[in-house]
């Protein structure tokens, strides 16, 4: 039975409104998922206020032992101290490897040897007012890393070892140091995963609040020479890019949820309009 005629202008107008409707939910679905994304990313990047730039040096023991710097290299280690250091505003970078030859150590201490370093590259052994961090790598005579820093002042050592996991963590405790922080165990806490415990947290690594608001408080006094302000135009901030990423996952799953209007657009020619 064939219906009204008046009956298929109005079911073809009330299909009309539908699409009409459908059209203007995803545009504002688009426009608030465009929102959040941008405004994440903003967010996000306004939390990176400053920046440490790392004078960086490979040890080679005669000309020849040199450390393992292929984590330097990769970007891995930079990456692992950005992510963990982003928490307090930071943001960690390497400068170009330089090659230090030194005399193939006997029976020598780390700590001699870090001062030894110092002197070479020619900073001398004081550190204070330095504007770098001289960070020094060199070949492990241990199976575990091992690593000296200054207290509140700049200057890394890092013992390399094969487990890269575990030159990290020795990385970013002795930067801890520099940044004025002492052992977590000093304070008869006992051994846990904080990353100025001795412990091999690798990416488990913790950092407490109170660790949080003493080098926020230390930044935002100007207390170390070392740390500077960088400018707030995210595009030159070094940090992972999530708008782009928010974007297409919004738009993904914006035209997997929603039909395309196109496939709720009645055909006229259809007989089963009229019945």
């Known amino acids: 039975m064939t219906r009204d005629f008046p009956f298929v202008i109005v079911s073809l107008l009330d299909e009309s409104h539908k699409i009409k409707g459908l059209i203007m939910y995803k545009s504002v679905a688009l426009s608030v998922a465009l929102f959040f994304a941008s405004t994440f990313h903003q967010a996000y990047a306004s ?17 020849i032992d040199c450390s393992d710097v292929d984590m330097i290299e990769n970007g891995d280690l930079e990456q692992y101290a950005d992510d ?28 001699t040897r870090f001062y030894d370093y110092f002197t070479l590259a020619g900073y001398g052994q004081d550190p204070t007012g330095y504007t770098t961090v001289p960070t020094f790598f060199e070949q492990s005579f241990d199976t575990f890393s091992l690593g000296l820093g200054y207290l509140g002042y700049a200057g890394v050592l890092v013992n390399s070892v094969s487990d890269y996991a575990d030159n990290m963590v020795t990385f970013i405790h002795e930067l801890g140091h520099n940044l004025g922080l002492d052992h977590y165990f000093d304070y008869g806490i006992g051994a846990t995963n904080n990353f100025m415990d001795y412990s091999a947290c690798a990416y488990s690594c913790t950092i407490t609040e109170e660790q949080i608001s003493f080098v926020r408080t ?16 995210i595009d030159q901030v070094s940090v992972p890019e999530p708008s782009t990423l928010l974007l297409f996952t919004f738009l993904i799953l914006f035209l997997l949820i929603f039909p395309s209007a196109n496939n709720n657009i009645p055909n006229t020619t ?6």
């Open 84 to 111: 963990f250091f982003s928490v307090v505003g930071l943001d960690i970078v390497f400068g170009d490897i330089q090659v230090l030859n030194y005399a193939r150590p006997e029976n020598s201490s780390i700590d």
């Open 270 to 275: 259809d007989e089963s309009i009229l019945v």
């Open 47 to 63: 939390l990176i206020t400053h920046e440490i730039i790392l004078d960086t040096y490979q040890v080679c023991f005669d000309g």
């Open 218 to 233: 230390g930044i935002e006094n100007n207390a170390y020479s070392f740390v500077h302000e960088i400018s707030n135009d």
